[in-house]
């Protein structure tokens, strides 16, 4: 499953439509705000957030096995969705006004599987807690 994450970061390019990629790399320095259309980059990254959250889920459970831990990370991972999705498209249609790096890491949170190096070893600390008491 993680071989999975790599090669969707791997083939971004190629199976995601992310005019910001470039953006990101270069082109704040020196370009002005890339032109876009706002359908396919939500769709796109909608499709990219879910194939990760997958991916992400697969492997949580079969790191722990545990039904309580799959179900807490897939509402965790439906509110960062809502939330960091919804402030990325709003700072998106204002372009960015107080500069890029907001934007920068919001996107950063929903394309890659962050919040797997976040719970992974939050749910192996409280399996542990859990044996202490």
Do not use: C, W
Not at 20 to 40: A, E, I, R, T
């Amino acid at each position: 499953m993680v071989l999975l994450l790599v090669l969707v970061r791997a083939y971004e390019d190629v199976l995601f439509y992310d005019p910001f990629v470039q953006y990101f790399k270069f082109d704040y320095l020196k370009g002005g705000f890339p032109v876009f259309v706002m359908g396919p980059l939500l769709l796109d990254l909608f499709a990219r957030y879910i194939v990760n959250t997958l991916l992400s889920l697969i492997i949580i459970y079969m790191a722990y096995l545990n039904k309580e831990n799959l179900f807490f990370a897939i509402k965790l991972y439906a509110l960062t969705f809502a939330i960091i999705g919804l402030l990325y498209f709003m700072y998106l249609k204002i372009e960015f006004p107080n500069g890029y790096l907001f934007a920068f890491y919001l996107r950063r949170i929903l394309i890659h599987p962050l919040l797997l190096l976040i719970l992974l070893p939050s749910f192996y600390f409280q399996k542990k807690m859990k044996v202490k008491v």
